[in-house]
């Protein structure tokens, strides 16, 4: 009975993933297939054809236009691109040679003066004069001499230079066939009584309308004149552009959800401590998914989504960075892979995006997918920014107030689960849920979905940085501030990142060794510099060896900028004190402010995750003595910036968790099980768990790997034996882990798994066994850390 049971489960997932339309990759078990019951939703990526009671819509593909059809043979398939929730782009065709970006044809309205669309296809003209421009089909099926007809000629006439010709060049607008996805080939779908569906541009408001072979547009229902249309399944439509999770579904449970489910867990060691309701997979406790927004939006090129697909979203840098990359100075100084660099992404990616490439984009939702496939089962999600490197950046468009900038990225983190909602079947249909409580976490992980949780990374946090000593916010308006944060599902708050501020000091980064760049950081921050004195004997040294992959952050990259500042501005500004090198480094002389204790109490009183890194040895050590007095485990420790093992050690055996940067091979085996060996209160079945730190956009460097191009890795299967991966490709592009970028993007970090499975170097099989394991329980981990902090004080 349990065999005939899978094989017709195996049978039902086999014809779930190939169903018409459910994904551009139908091999992909991320895709969702077309629901029974049609919606608006349900028909995401799928294959249709347009009927009314006028005829079927027809491409004219030699006059560049759309016309009406009795015979459904003929009529045209439209692939129905999902653009937010319920709207879409309406695909008849796309051709494009390899290495070409491609030509679209596409049902909506043409603007052929430009006087509606910029660039980059956004709506930028007035409704009403487009809507007269185009016109309406009562005035052409209907009497001229009818009301309708005359209302329609009133406005036209009554709105002046809009359509007709211009020096002999047609400038009206009209619908028609055009060959790029813009805001006017939008159409919003909206369903009717009779299983039927109205399509509605949406910019003009009008809605698509057939009548005696005429295809038009219309501002209001009319007799005589259809505007509901039957959406009837198709085959052999061109998929719209989209890069591919290049996976595949072995089993038809789908991914592993549950420790026991893996025998990565039943075989080895306290196996008989797994409980059943124990999460299988590794949280990422440091990304930065928003991080496009930040510094002004015109720094890190390239978006995580975008209505109008992956050409857009990742198309060409050279709208922030310039010709050539000769502009973006920032990824010229942070990549350090020359002055210039090619800027064209879609479809080749001949130069971007690259581990060490910190200035592209490397979260693209479809490359979350993959890795989310691979075993990610929780992402907390960082909004971040500095707002004096807004300041000193020439080139921006948003505000550099982050208290406005942060609401932007949640606005954006929000539309990206909307989008993937969009792209599989409608609202909590997709496979990524925002969460803010352990109990929602599990619920949506027992769906079979990655749980992102979010959190605020900022260097003034609530706009109180601190000048000349004196905090720039009060007591009242940090509380109302961090109100705030919570109602909009904060969980996670750094105190302090990257500068001194009106809560505590920061950690020295590097020592000395960029020691000059941040102090003039600093001193334009808050008026004065980093005091230094000599770590303590019990600080003994960095959480990260220099033989390891050592990733920067924000601050530490951008301000290379003011190197060359710095000589301008030593005569104005204090100089660095040189101080000899002590023995177990130079920590910050400022600890935790007054204003600094009083933020910790309500993150207690709150039951947020207090994060310490990047946090001064004497704030972080007041934070610790402030939990510990209380029993509270709520401190976490997210991305290596504690420069120290002690104090690693310090935040498990408070009940909190860490996650750490991935490496390659034998360096990311030792640094797993480096947790062994923590005196930690949170073990899952014995084990101390680590998880992973991509730091990913945050202006850190992804993984590299240095292994021969010929090395066999492809394909591969994932942890729990349940998905094959190949290679991953987007465009033209095909991704591998050794052709020299390393983690090019998120979604290798299956890959990278995988090679540290493959290639032990000089570890024994059992030490990497015991590494995977610490890494895959590290969801669990972090579940059971935030139901402490929930239940602490209750």
Not at 249 to 272: C, I, M
Not at 302 to 326: E, I, Q, S, T, Y
Not at 600 to 621: C, G, N, P, W, Y
Not at 662 to 683: I, M, T
Request: charged share 20%; with cysteine.
């Amino acid at each position: 009975m349990a065999s005939r049971r899978s094989a017709v489960g195996a049978m039902a997932w086999c014809l779930l993933l190939s169903a018409c339309g459910s994904s551009t990759t139908p091999q992909d078990p991320g895709s969702t297939p077309a629901r029974a019951q049609q919606t608006v939703y349900s028909f995401a990526n799928g294959c249709y054809t347009l009927g009314s009671a006028a005829g079927y819509v027809q491409a004219d593909t030699a006059a560049s236009d759309y016309a009406l059809t009795a015979d459904r043979a003929q009529a045209a398939r439209f692939y129905f691109k999902p653009t937010a929730l319920g709207s879409y782009l309406l695909l008849s065709a796309y051709r494009r040679a390899p290495g070409e970006r491609g030509d679209k044809s596409l049902l909506g309205i043409r603007d052929p003066g430009g006087e509606f669309l910029d660039g980059l296809g956004n709506f930028i003209g007035e409704v009403s004069y487009l809507i007269s421009g185009v016109g309406d089909i009562t005035a052409i099926v209907l009497d001229p001499l009818s009301t309708d007809g005359n209302v329609i000629r009133d406005i036209g006439e009554g709105v002046g230079g809009v359509g007709g010709g211009l020096g002999g060049i047609d400038v009206r607008p009209s619908l028609a066939m055009v060959h790029r996805a813009s805001d006017l080939a939008v159409w919003q779908l909206e369903a009717l009584d009779s299983g039927r569906f109205q399509l509605r541009s949406a910019v003009t408001g009008q809605w698509l309308a057939a009548s005696h072979g005429v295809l038009a547009l219309t501002t209001k229902q009319t007799p005589g004149i259809a505007t509901d249309f039957r959406l009837e399944a198709a085959s052999g439509c061109d998929a719209y552009p989209e890069a591919s999770t290049n996976a595949q579904l072995l089993d038809a449970r789908g991914p592993a959800r549950y420790l026991r489910e893996v025998p990565l867990f039943t075989q080895g060691p306290n196996a008989s401590g797994i409980r059943r309701e124990d999460v299988f997979g590794f949280v990422d406790g440091h990304a930065h998914v928003t991080a496009y927004e930040f510094i002004g939006g015109r720094v890190n090129y390239g978006d995580p989504f975008h209505k109008f697909g992956v050409d857009a979203a990742l198309d060409d840098c050279a709208v922030n960075h310039g010709p050539m990359g000769a502009l973006g100075l920032v990824e010229t100084v942070t990549s350090g892979l020359g002055p210039v660099h090619e800027t064209r992404g879609w479809p080749s990616y001949n130069f971007w995006p690259r581990n060490d490439s910190l200035q592209h984009h490397q979260s693209y939702y479809k490359w979350l997918e993959r890795a989310w496939l691979g075993g990610l089962r929780l992402m907390v999600n960082d909004f971040t920014g500095n707002e004096l490197l807004c300041q000193i950046n020439p080139q921006k468009q948003n505000d550099c107030n982050m208290e406005v900038n942060w609401r932007l990225q949640a606005q954006r983190i929000h539309q990206m689960q909307d989008y993937i909602d969009a792209q599989n079947g409608g609202p909590g249909e997709g496979w990524l849920r925002l969460v803010d409580s352990p109990a929602q976490a599990r619920s949506v992980i027992a769906q079979g979905k990655l749980a992102m949780v979010l959190g605020l990374e900022v260097s003034k946090l609530f706009n109180c940085g601190e000048f000349l000593g004196q905090a720039e916010c009060s007591q009242d308006q940090m509380l109302e501030r961090l109100d705030a944060a919570y109602a909009a599902g904060v969980r996670h708050i750094f105190p302090v990142h990257k500068f001194d501020n009106g809560y505590g000091g920061v950690v020295p980064d590097e020592g000395l060794g960029i020691g000059t760049i941040l102090y003039v950081g600093n001193v334009v921050e808050t008026g004065h510099p980093i005091e230094f004195e000599a770590c303590p004997e019990s600080y003994s040294g960095a959480a990260r060896s220099p033989d390891q992959v050592n990733p920067l952050g924000i601050v530490d990259q951008l301000l290379r900028q003011l190197e060359y500042v710095n000589g301008q501005l030593s005569q104005a500004l204090p100089v660095p004190p040189l101080l000899p090198a002590a023995e177990h480094g130079l920590c910050n002389l400022r600890g935790l402010t007054p204003l600094g204790e009083a933020l910790i109490e309500a993150l207690i009183q709150k039951r947020m995750f207090i994060e310490v890194d990047h946090s001064s040895l004497k704030t972080v050590d007041r934070i610790l003595e402030m939990v510990e007095a209380r029993g509270y485990p709520g401190v976490i420790s997210s991305h290596d910036w504690l420069y120290s093992e002690e104090l690693l050690d310090r935040v498990v055996a408070d009940g909190g968790t860490i996650s750490r940067f991935a490496d390659s091979r034998g360096a990311w085996v030792d640094r797993l099980l480096r947790a062994e060996q923590r005196p930690a209160k949170n073990r899952v079945a014995g084990m101390v768990s680590t998880g992973l730190a991509s730091d990913v956009n945050g202006i850190a460097s992804l993984p590299g790997n240095s292994a021969p191009a010929d090395t066999p890795l492809y394909p591969f299967t994932s942890v729990d034996g349940r998905v094959r991966f190949d290679r991953q490709v987007t465009g033209d592009r095909v991704f591998g882990l050794y052709d020299g970028r390393g983690v090019a993007h998120y979604g290798l970090y299956p890959d990278q798994i995988a090679d540290l499975q493959r290639y032990t170097d000089d570890r024994s099989p059992e030490q990497v066994q015991q590494a995977l394991r610490a890494l895959f329980s590290s969801a669990e981990a972090y579940l059971r850390h935030w139901e402490a902090v929930e239940a602490w004080g209750r």
